[in-house]
């Protein structure tokens, strides 16, 4: 009887600790984090894509998610490229990369090549509600956890949909040029990298932006050595190096990839960085 009450103690406590541990985050998706991990092209999970049509509220795009239905709804972000560009021409190279990393990723096309910022951030949000509610992949989203990011004048439509929808989680700006004015109201989580050698959005400007968000807002400033506008738009494992933790710490409120970002653990190819540690993530209960 002894032995038995052991070994019942053992299962019963093992059983129980699955709970507790999703209970902790349930949230979290993939595997214990690395730093060869978030230095991959690829996660763990496998992906697939879908057209989007023009319409809508925003100019068409495409859709990239897990295929993975044991895990539950997954996050999702909305990104928009620059002004003038395509998302096929500029970022569709991030797609499949993210959603590897447990994301379902939509990236658009602008109604207009020549949108300003305010517009981008208005079709970012548009991107969202359609991807939360009118897309065949709905299903697979937690409408409760979604994030924006951007390029250049798409970088500044992150930062206008984060204060136009302060439910977001988190934003991330490339290079971000946001002629609508300072981003004195964002309550968003919001990162923002600029190229050392960028002449078109200088490092000065996007750490302009930075400091105008407010003190109370989680914020991370990051300049890429001998980056110039253009880095973005190609394959950038130090992009996302950095943009992955971000995304998972507030879109997931996972404080495994805090590590990564609090403090810096890797400064290869990075000439500044400022941020708001230790990271809390707002109502990361919700």
Same mark, same amino acid.
């Given at each position: ?18 709970p507790a ?6 949230y ?40 993975d ?50 517009? &981008?951030?208005? +079709?970012? /949000?548009?991107? @969202?509600?359609?991807? *939360?509610?009118?897309?065949?992949? $709905? ?25 136009q ?32 050698r ?26 890429f ?6 880095f973005?738009?190609?394959?950038n ?18 404080? &495994?990839?805090? +590590?990564? /970002?609090?403090? @810096?653990?890797?400064? *290869?190819?990075?000439?500044?960085? $400022? ?12």
């Amino acid at each position: 009887m002894t032995v038995f009450a052991a070994v019942l103690g053992v299962v019963t406590s093992g059983v129980a600790a699955v709970p507790a541990l999703a209970a902790d985050n349930p949230y979290q998706r993939g595997p214990n984090p690395t730093s060869a991990s978030v230095a991959a092209s690829r996660g763990t999970f496998a992906t697939a894509e879908l057209s989007v049509p023009r319409g809508n509220g925003f100019g068409g795009g495409k859709i990239y998610y897990p295929t993975d239905t044991t895990q539950g709804t997954f996050g999702a972000i909305a990104i928009v490229p620059g002004y003038t560009a395509t998302w096929a021409a500029e970022g569709a190279w991030m797609g499949h990369w993210l959603a590897s990393f447990g994301f379902v990723v939509i990236g658009i096309d602008t109604n207009s090549r020549n949108d300003n910022d305010t517009a &981008r951030g208005t +079709q970012l /949000l548009a991107a @969202l509600d359609y991807l *939360t509610q009118r897309s065949s992949v $709905r299903g697979r989203v937690d409408a409760k956890r979604l994030a924006v990011m951007g390029h250049s004048m798409g970088g500044g439509g992150a930062l206008v949909a984060a204060r136009q929808r302060p439910s977001l989680k988190a934003a991330v700006g490339l290079a971000p040029f946001k002629p609508s004015g300072p981003p004195s109201a964002d309550r968003v989580p919001t990162m923002v990298i600029a190229g050392q050698r960028d002449g078109t959005v200088t490092p000065s400007y996007v750490d302009g932006l930075y400091r105008a968000i407010p003190a109370g807002t989680e914020k991370a400033y990051l300049e890429f050595a001998g980056a110039g506008h253009a880095f973005p738009t190609r394959p950038n494992p130090l992009q996302m190096r950095l943009v992955i933790p971000w995304l998972k710490s507030f879109t997931d409120h996972d404080t &495994r990839y805090h +590590q990564f /970002l609090c403090p @810096l653990k890797d400064r *290869t190819g990075v000439t500044a960085y $400022r941020s708001t540690c230790p990271l809390v993530a707002p109502g990361a209960r919700d």
